[in-house]
């Protein structure tokens, strides 16, 4: 079962597999214990995943919304595609659309979701998240942005904002775990139709609400 007694989340199921990640959370180890390669496939056996404090609350905020359609970049081993896809399986229905670049993550994170009996809310798209999530397939509700730091260059979460943001619907939510120092330049523009805010939780975590 998992730990924290006041989750809002009452599936057994599906608490006990976030537990099961949540206790198996490493520290990542690169190629021959480096903590420095920013090659993704370098660490397949590692999950990159949201805290329990933010699954909770995209848990809460998908369900307040009545979340039917949602995003996220990237899946890693499945933790946050376990939140989203409870909301909407608790909302009546809907898909979660992952993208996870290293292929070993997502058998890993299909089969988190079977564990959890959420398979079915789950649409798990394999390769570059500036590929996979150009084309939704239709409006979402909530985006979550946690992908792969690069050393230069723009970081793939400005990237991938850009590309997913018309595809964000007016009232809707955008949330982002790294805190990319040009994610924030973009998400709090006013001119690109957002107002955010910072949550102490997990170091910093960005919360923007697309108002126009």
């Not at 299909?110 to 959420?118: D, F, Q, S, T, V």
Request: charged share 25%; hydrophobic share 40%.
């Amino acid at each position: 079962m998992n730990d924290r007694p006041h989750s809002p989340i009452q599936d057994s199921r599906v608490n006990a597999v976030i537990a099961r990640l949540q206790g198996a959370r490493q520290r990542p180890a690169g190629p021959r214990g480096s903590f420095d390669s920013r090659d993704p496939h370098a660490y397949a056996e590692q999950g990159f995943s949201i805290h329990p404090e933010q699954g909770e609350l995209i848990y809460l905020l998908c369900r307040g919304l009545r979340a039917t359609r949602v995003a996220e970049f990237a899946t890693s081993v499945g933790m946050s595609t376990l939140y989203f896809a409870a909301a909407l399986r608790d909302n009546g229905g809907g898909t979660v659309i992952g993208s996870e670049i290293v292929p070993a993550k997502v058998e890993t994170a299909k089969r988190n979701l079977a564990e959890a009996g959420l398979a079915d809310y789950a649409e798990i798209r394999e390769g570059d998240a500036r590929q996979t999530l150009r084309d939704l397939g239709g409006p979402v509700d909530f985006i979550l942005i946690d992908g792969w730091p690069r050393e230069q260059g723009p970081s793939l979460a400005r990237e991938v904002i850009e590309i997913v943001a018309p595809q964000l619907l007016v009232g809707g939510y955008v949330m982002n775990d790294n805190a990319e120092p040009d994610y924030l330049a973009f998400i709090r523009d006013p001119q690109n139709g957002f107002v955010s805010m910072t949550l102490p939780i997990k170091r910093g975590t960005e919360l923007s609400l697309k108002v126009r």
